[in-house]
């Protein structure tokens, strides 16, 4: 399986231990995550700005997930019915990596709810998915 956990997601995994962190240990464990510079930049950015994580710590932070996580570059696509053209990066991250789930908490990807054959989930309810199995 392959996942690309938003930024949203990867700052709340590792800035608490809730479902997000529980997640992230679950995904690298049991799936190939899929990341891009443009998720790695927006994580770094709010782990200073708004966590305030130290810029060594979070360096330190993005270095693990480039250890972890399988790099692309995403082809910026057109994709339709997305409202927040900041999200096109994401989603493009995705499918570019073909990833079977875009695991976010950002509303305005998750009403997109599938794109092609990436489907967009919330982190509990993906959580609940893979507790089901």
């Not at 679950?26 to 810029?55: G, M, Y």
């Not at 057109?78 to 927040?84: F, H, K, P």
């Not at 990596?97 to 489907?119: H, P, R, S």
Request: include cysteine.
């Amino acid at each position: 399986m392959r996942v690309v956990l938003d930024s949203n997601v990867l700052v709340a995994a590792f800035a608490t231990h809730g479902v997000c962190h529980d997640l992230l240990e679950h995904c690298l464990r049991n799936t190939t995550i899929i990341c891009s510079d443009f998720i790695a930049v927006e994580v770094e950015r709010i782990l200073i700005t708004k966590i305030k994580t130290s810029r060594p710590t979070a360096l330190e932070i993005i270095g693990y997930l480039k250890s972890q996580a399988e790099w692309v570059a995403p082809d910026c696509q057109d994709i339709e019915n997305l409202r927040d053209p900041n999200d096109r990066l994401v989603m493009a991250t995705a499918l570019s990596g073909n990833a079977d789930f875009l695991i976010t908490g950002d509303k305005d990807l998750l009403v997109l709810k599938q794109v092609k054959d990436t489907l967009v989930i919330l982190p509990r309810d993906f959580w609940l998915k893979c507790q089901a199995v």
